[in-house]
Nanobody
Framework: QVQLVESGGGLVQAGDSLRLSCAAS????????MGWFRQAPGKEREFVAQITWSIGITYYADSVKGRFTISRDNAKNTVYLQMNSLKPEDTAVYYC??????????????????WGQGTQVTVSS
């Protein structure tokens, strides 16, 4: 089992920045795909960004490309999502996800085995 704990959410104004963190613990694997998803009320959970843990390849949804950056700290077993130029439409619960041995672009929630509890991000206009 892999445990994921997100933090860093909050209430901000449009144009502000936030950095989300996802700390991983438990069973270790030689490689992972780590992803961030978000879910707004009444909407499906959608892909935001992914990083391949071992080699650092990143993928982004078009809606966040150029504004959000996913990164990892191997020593801390932590993945980050730096969110800049936030917009009201970024308001959602943000979830961290992990798929052991994932190496390709994993864009749907069903592609990931482990999930965090989520952290709320609210952007006011």
């Amino acid at each position: 089992q892999v445990q994921l704990v997100e933090s860093g959410g909050g209430l901000v104004q449009a144009g502000d920045s936030l950095r989300l963190s996802c700390a991983a613990s438990g069973r270790t694997y030689s490689s992972y795909a780590m992803g961030w998803f978000r879910q707004a009320p009444g909407k499906e959970r959608e892909f935001v960004a992914q990083i391949t843990w071992s080699i650092g390849i990143t993928y982004y949804a078009d809606s966040v490309k150029g504004r959000f950056t996913i990164s990892r700290d191997n020593a801390k077993n932590t993945v980050y999502l730096q969110m800049n130029s936030l917009k009201p439409e970024d308001t959602a619960v943000y979830y961290c996800a992990c798929e052991p041995y994932g190496s390709r672009w994993l864009r749907t929630a069903n592609d990931y085995r482990y999930w965090g509890q989520g952290t709320q991000v609210t952007v006011s206009s």
